[in-house]
């Protein structure tokens, strides 16, 4: 059974803190929808209606040109163990840009990693949780280390010249903002 709340509780949170991913899922007014899995300690609460979490750079930047586009995102939290649970939060996201001043605020809650891209927030709409009973169930391992290897071969310079060539522009042409 599915329910439905306005905020985030502390079960909700305690929930969502153990969590070792989440999937977060945008799409523009018109043109495809982005999914993309998080990992890492990239998640933060900051009140029980707003959350940020830490972009690294990728292949492309569909949430960024999507918010931009509509502002609507929703995130997925689902247990992978033996308490079976999915959590959706639904609200408006927005992009915030190294050096400017909403991101130096936000970094405050995070270690300085490299190939950080930007730190997107959400105000949370509503939530709804849901049984979870056809997720199965896995263990967790580790932490992949490739992004972290793959930005520290690429340097500063290369990083800044591959987000110039694969990030300023989504898959469907609209711009990301930065």
């Given at each position: 059974?599915?329910?439905?709340?306005?905020?985030?509780?502390?079960?909700?949170?305690?929930?969502?803190?153990?969590?070792?991913?989440?999937?977060?899922?945008?799409?523009?007014?018109?043109?495809?929808?982005?999914?993309?899995?998080?990992?890492?300690?990239?998640?933060?609460?900051?009140s029980p209606t707003e959350i940020c979490y830490l972009d690294y750079i990728g292949s492309g930047n569909e949430t960024a040109a999507h918010l931009i586009d509509d502002g609507r995102i929703t995130l997925m939290f689902t247990s992978f163990d033996r308490n079976a649970l999915i959590m959706r939060l639904y609200g408006k996201g927005k992009s915030h840009a190294p050096n400017t001043a909403r991101f130096d605020a936000l970094m405050k809650f995070f270690d300085e990693t490299i190939g950080i891209r930007q730190i997107f927030t959400v105000k949370i709409d509503n939530l709804q949780t849901s049984c979870g009973y056809g997720v199965p169930i896995y263990d967790f391992v580790e932490e992949r280390k490739t992004l972290s290897k793959w930005c520290e071969k690429k340097g500063e310079q290369g990083l800044k010249d591959y987000f110039e060539e694969r990030n300023r522009i989504s898959i469907d042409g609209l711009p990301t903002g930065e």
């Open positions: 059974m599915a329910d439905f709340f306005d905020a985030l509780n502390q079960k909700h949170i305690d929930f969502i803190m153990a969590q070792k991913m989440f999937f977060v899922a945008t799409s523009p007014k018109s043109g495809r929808i982005s999914l993309s899995p998080k990992g890492l300690d990239c998640f933060r609460i900051i």
